[in-house]
C-alpha cells in the first residue's frame, strides 16, 4: 500500500526559505514524484517533479531558480527545497506519486497524494 505523508510547512516572511519533505511508503510501485500546490481558490496545480529511475527533474516557470525538488533513495524521500518565497507561493502543498516514471503537470496522472502541508508567505 502507497502512503505519502508531508511535512514541514509553515509560515514564513517574503525572501525566507522552507523546506517540505514527503516520505514514501510503497515504494516499489511509485517511480515518478511530484509536488503540487493549491492556493486559496484556486485550483490545483504543478510545481514540481522528478522521476524516481533517472532523476530527471522538472519544474513550473513560476518557481524555476527559486525551488529545487530532490530524492533521498535510502529515505524513501522527497523535498522540496523553498528559496526566495513570495506571498503567491502561499497554498497548501501536496505530494504525489504515480506508476510511471514519466513526471506529469496534471493533477489527474497521479493516483497516490499525501495529505498536504500549508505554507504561509506573507509581505
Known amino acids: 500500500q502507497v502512503q505519502l505523508v508531508e511535512s514541514g510547512g509553515g509560515s514564513v516572511q517574503a525572501g525566507g526559505s522552507l523546506r517540505v519533505t514527503c516520505a514514501l511508503s510503497?515504494?516499489?510501485?511509485?517511480?515518478?514524484m511530484a509536488w503540487f500546490r493549491q492556493p486559496p481558490g484556486q485550483e490545483r496545480e504543478f510545481v514540481a517533479g522528478?522521476?524516481?529511475?533517472?532523476?530527471?527533474?522538472f519544474y513550473a516557470d513560476s518557481v524555476k531558480g527559486r525551488f529545487t525538488i530532490s530524492k533521498d533513495d535510502a529515505k524513501n524521500t522527497v523535498y522540496l527545497q523553498m528559496n526566495n518565497l513570495q506571498p503567491e507561493d502561499t497554498a497548501v502543498y501536496y505530494c504525489a506519486g504515480r506508476r510511471v516514471s514519466v513526471v506529469a503537470r496534471e493533477v489527474g496522472y497521479y493516483g497516490y497524494w499525501g495529505q498536504g502541508t500549508q505554507v504561509t508567505v506573507s509581505s
Open positions: 510503497g515504494r516499489t510501485i511509485v517511480h515518478a
Open positions: 522528478v522521476s524516481w529511475d533517472n532523476f530527471w527533474t
